[in-house]
T-cell receptor, first 113, second 114 residues
Framework: SQQGEEDPQALSIQEGENATMNCSYK?????LQWYRQNSGRGLVHLIL?????REKHSGRLRVTLDTSKKSSSLLITASRAADTASYFC?????????????FGAGTRLFVKA | NAGVTQTPKFQVLKTGQSMTLQCAQD?????MSWYRQDPGMGLRLIHY???????DQGEVPNGYNVSRSTTEDFPLRLLSAAPSQTSVYFC?????????????FGPGTRLTVT
């Protein structure tokens, strides 16, 4: 079974609105990462948050991590049509040495112009 | 830098055939991995390598072999293709253990087994 699960599975918003995606995981982790995948392409790394961090920003992205609830959220502010993509969280469990990153099923975001 | 390259981009196999998916990176990364992505699902780890001569199994290793003779290359071999192996395959690399570093992904190989 997969470590990370994203919610919602799909999200449709208007350009300029904010998009929030959530990720829950099952076991204690070292780090959590978010990736973006445009249709038919490989994944692109967005941001990494370590287990001792609670919040991280990168441009229009804000990621939070709550290790007590085993959950993370990705907020994209002022969304653009170019943000249309699938977004995945990825975790590595504490006992895997960082070598076995597990991906969730992803959230498909559609931003309408 | 070319980053992570994969060949071929598309491949159709008949059940029982074997083939090798190629992956190469020019970033001198120690860690390389292979994933498969099925419709509506995230990526599942097949095999990974932490350096030349060192490989290990991921979540779904059955039916696949890997080897790592050089830092740059990490081929994935399908021994006897089955329709259940129809998927998109991604190769990725990173400096060290993938959990602590961002992974760089190739463009993928779309494989169909009939």
């Amino acid at each position: 079974s997969q470590q990370g699960e994203e919610d919602p599975q799909a999200l449709s918003i208007q350009e300029g609105e904010n998009a929030t995606m959530n990720c829950s995981y099952k076991t204690s982790i070292n780090n959590l990462q978010w990736y973006r995948q445009n249709s038919g392409r490989g994944l692109v790394h967005l941001i990494l948050i370590r287990s001792n961090e609670r919040e991280k920003h990168s441009g229009r992205l804000r990621v939070t991590l709550d290790t007590s609830k085993k959950s993370s959220s990705l907020l994209i502010t002022a969304s653009r049509a170019a943000d249309t993509a699938s977004y995945f969280c990825a975790t590595d469990a504490l006992n895997t040495g960082g070598f076995k990153t597990i991906f969730g099923a992803g959230t498909r975001l559609f931003v309408k112009a | 830098n070319a980053g992570v390259t994969q060949t071929p981009k598309f491949q159709v196999l008949k059940t029982g055939q074997s083939m090798t998916l190629q992956c190469a990176q020019d970033m001198n990364h120690e860690y390389m991995s292979w994933y498969r992505q099925d419709p509506g699902m995230g990526l599942r780890l097949i095999h990974y390598s932490v350096g030349a001569g060192i490989t290990d199994q991921g979540e779904v290793p059955n039916g696949y072999n890997v080897s790592r003779s050089t830092t740059e290359d990490f081929p994935l071999r399908l021994l006897s293709a089955a329709p259940s192996q129809t998927s998109v395959y991604f190769c990725a690399s990173s400096f060290t253990g993938a959990g602590g570093w961002e992974q760089y992904f190739g463009p993928g190989t779309r494989l169909t087994v009939t």
